[in-house]
């Protein structure tokens, strides 16, 4: 839901990168499932809804298009405005849906698929399985355990940092462990004037990464995944130890937050005036000048209790899904969605962006220092969260959790905020 | 304005000719031709606005997430009512904005258009020039409206740029305080209301016969008295339009606080609140019909009592 808000800049993107350095990867390799695609599916037409509208995205989108034509599929292509893409999914997946579109895993892609929406493609991943680890395959069904999504890209989030101002203060981000390590941080910025923490919430959804990290350092992952899921009430003391620790930090955080969207306080990172943001590694997207980029780093987000250590991250995962209208072209769709898994399908992109990240377990690992980091945070991880808009109800997450982190952000009593909390997902329709 | 004047002397006066012709002088073929033209509008109308209309009504008595057909639409009684009165703080907000912003209006940005047109009227010197420069911001739409201050106001835009703020984290923030932001907007539309009115007011004003001030000011009336007396009197059929456009142009209000936050942090209104619960992956149709009839009953109460109060003064 998360989109909604974006004022037209998409988080989703997949992360650009501007740096060379990663080899390009030749296509043709080891393509897996595609192989076999390839030769019974000369010309096989298919429909495809795609919402990667930035001019980034369109980049990668083209560069695996012409992958895909030149292994036989003729695609008819039906781009549209991220945000517009969004908004209209319920009537675009009721009406007369493309076979294959742009979609992301967590509750949201099971909602689809538990209401007909979609078509399940377990023979697909008879194919590409094998190129796949449990944690993507766990992420690809649905609640009645088929298989219905094809896992591309992902990004992690994380403190993002800038070295050089990490350097000039004095400080260590590979000492920052524990909670009062990041708050003793955050006193030396902010004693020389920096923003410690560039924090910007105007568009509602950018919050939720950081009460996302808060709540499971401080409560566990199981508790945060029952939270977002309804199992455990907003009500309950521990929610309110979550709202405490994050109360401990907001000295620290803009001061603007709620007039600031995320691209405007990671600007404050870019010009300097800020040394650290809680963001997904799609801000450096924004770094334009390759100086600036090379200059940005991550740490995970500090320990809180140490029960919980730092086992889990936020890492939401991009893919594709298979509308009900691909049911009448199964043989086509199916292929593609093989395409898409395979690394075929990346490698091309990866020739445009080096610095994505992949799903395919066969794709090589990436050189780009920034894009390693990322790598390595998320397999130190035990768990892995989806983004609180995609592991909850979107009716829930958008209009009623955004509205409330903001007023909690504005100063609000938390108390308050979480009863009001609950009353409202208990006036929710059964889903 | 006099169009609604003459409007409704045509209807008297057309009555009263009617009633003799039509017995006599309306062929068969005559009837079919006003049969069409009166029935097909008339079925378009009810087609797509009182059908809609009902439907939505309907609908905000039901459950629906927008999936599916109509078994899966849900009788909930007065549920989603009670749940927006009592739960949807957000409801609130955009009442309390809504009624802020109708007072702001009515009280403020409408007299302030009169004052203009009324200073205007005087063929003062570059007069055609402020006409034109007040008139300016109606030819924008409300959303390019919204994109211009949004570029002004923001934390890192023009105003805080020119006030030498350049750390967007110190500057002065225009929208994000949730009390105070509704009137950093209200001062905004107030700058598209303000000329809107004033060129309502200017037409009225130019057609008030020359005569009417000659005689009042004979009579000794000083310039206050005789716009409260007698101009301000003769603008009736304009109050009417001006009355009218107001209300509704608060209720409704939508593209500037949509662009700016999507109503968010205390700058809720029901239009905004309406469209946020129906589109999207989020969809609640029942609640947001809900609140589209709220809407409704609200714009449609004063408007017809002033509608009523008005015509039924003219008969």
């Given at each position: ?24 990867l030749?296509v ?34 083209n560069a ?11 695609i008819?292509?039906?781009r ?7 908004n ?36 697909v ?14 992420a ?184 009900k ?107 | 304005?006099?169009?609604?004047d ?28 006003i ?21 939505t ?134 700058w ?17 016969d ?10 000794g ?28 142009e608060?209720?409704?209000a ?62």
């Amino acid at each position: 839901m998360s989109e909604i808000f974006e004022d037209g800049i998409s988080r989703r993107s997949v992360i650009k990168g501007s740096i060379a350095g990663a080899g390009a990867l030749a296509v043709g390799g080891a393509i897996g499932g595609a192989t076999e695609a390839n030769a019974a599916t000369r010309a096989l037409t298919v429909s495809l809804g795609s919402n990667q509208s930035d001019p980034a995205a369109v980049k990668n989108d083209n560069a695996w298009l012409a992958a895909a034509k030149a292994a036989g599929f003729n695609i008819k292509l039906n781009r549209v405005d991220h945000n517009t893409f969004q908004n209209q999914i319920n009537q675009y997946l009721q009406g007369t849906p493309d076979n294959v579109f742009n979609w992301f895993a967590g509750y949201r892609m099971q909602f689809f698929a538990s209401k007909g929406l979609t078509t399940s493609i377990n023979d697909v991943w008879a194919k590409i399985g094998s190129q796949f680890t449990a944690g993507y395959k766990n992420a690809s069904k649905g609640l009645d355990g088929k298989y219905y999504f094809v896992p591309t890209g992902w990004y992690p989030w994380a403190v993002l940092y800038r070295k050089s101002v990490f350097a000039a203060a004095g400080v260590d981000a590979s000492k920052i462990i524990t909670w009062a390590d990041f708050i003793a941080a955050c006193k030396v910025f902010q004693a020389k004037g920096i923003t410690p923490i560039a924090f910007g919430d105007k568009g509602g959804w950018e919050a939720m990464g950081t009460f996302d990290f808060i709540n499971f350092r401080t409560n566990g992952f199981k508790f945060h995944m029952d939270l977002t899921a309804g199992r455990v009430k907003w009500t309950d003391p521990r929610v309110q130890k979550t709202f405490n620790n994050w109360k401990s930090i907001f000295p620290y955080q803009s001061k603007n937050a709620l007039d600031m969207n995320w691209d405007d306080a990671t600007a404050l990172l870019i010009n300097k005036k800020a040394a650290m943001q809680v963001m997904g590694a799609f801000a450096a997207g924004n770094f334009k000048d390759p100086a600036d980029l090379a200059d940005l780093a991550l740490f995970p987000f500090p320990q809180i209790d140490p029960a919980y250590g730092r086992e889990a991250v936020e890492a939401p995962i991009d893919g594709y899904l298979l509308s009900k209208s691909a049911a009448k072209n199964a043989s086509a769709s199916k292929a593609l969605a093989a395409f898409i898994g395979s690394t075929a399908y990346a490698s091309a992109i990866a020739k445009v962006s080096p610095t994505a990240l992949w799903a395919n377990s066969n794709m090589p690992k990436p050189t780009d220092p920034f894009a390693r980091q990322q790598v390595e945070l998320v397999q130190s991880c035990k768990y892995i969260a989806q983004f609180f808009d995609r592991d909850s109800r979107p009716d829930f997450a958008s209009p009623i959790f955004s509205n409330a982190l903001q007023k909690f952000i504005a100063g609000g009593d938390s108390v308050a905020i979480a009863k009001d909390l609950q009353a409202q997902w208990d006036a929710l329709p059964p889903a | 304005m006099s169009k609604i004047d003459i409007e409704t002397k045509a209807a008297a006066s057309g009555e009263n000719l009617g009633r003799r012709r039509r017995s006599n002088n309306f062929t068969k073929r005559d009837r079919a031709v006003i049969a069409g033209l009166v029935g097909g509008p008339t079925i378009l109308h009810v087609v797509f606005v009182w059908l809609p209309a009902i439907a939505t009504i309907l609908l905000s008595f039901c459950q629906w997430d927008g999936i599916g057909g109509l078994h899966d639409i849900h009788w909930v009684g007065f549920k989603n009512y009670t749940q927006i009165f009592t739960l949807y703080s957000d409801f609130k907000i955009a009442l309390r904005n809504n009624t802020l912003w109708l007072l702001w209006f009515g009280l403020i940005a409408t007299p302030l258009g009169v004052v203009l047109a009324y200073y205007l009227d005087k063929n003062l010197k570059g007069t055609k020039f402020f006409q034109t420069a007040f008139y300016l911001p109606i030819v924008l739409s409300l959303a390019v409206t919204g994109i211009i201050w949004d570029y002004i106001f923001k934390v890192n835009g023009f105003l805080n740029i020119v006030l030498g703020y350049t750390n967007a984290d110190t500057a002065p923030s225009w929208f994000g305080d949730p009390h105070k932001n509704i009137w950093v907007v209200l001062g905004i539309a107030s700058w598209r209301h303000i000329g809107y009115m004033m060129l309502l007011y200017l037409a009225g004003m130019k057609s008030v016969d020359p005569s009417l001030r000659e005689a009042a000011s004979i009579d000794g009336a000083g310039e206050w008295y005789t716009f409260r007396k007698v101009i301000f009197p003769s603008l009736r059929p304009v109050n009417i339009i001006v009355v009218v456009v107001t209300v509704i142009e608060a209720l409704r209000a939508f593209d500037l606080v949509y662009i700016i936050n999507r109503g968010k942090n205390g700058l809720q209104v029901l239009a905004v609140a309406v469209y946020e619960n129906i589109l999207g992956e989020s969809q609640r149709i029942g609640w947001g019909a809900a609140l589209a009839t709220i809407l409704f009953v609200l714009c449609l109460g004063p408007i017809m009592i002033y509608l009523y109060q008005n015509f039924k003064k003219v008969d």
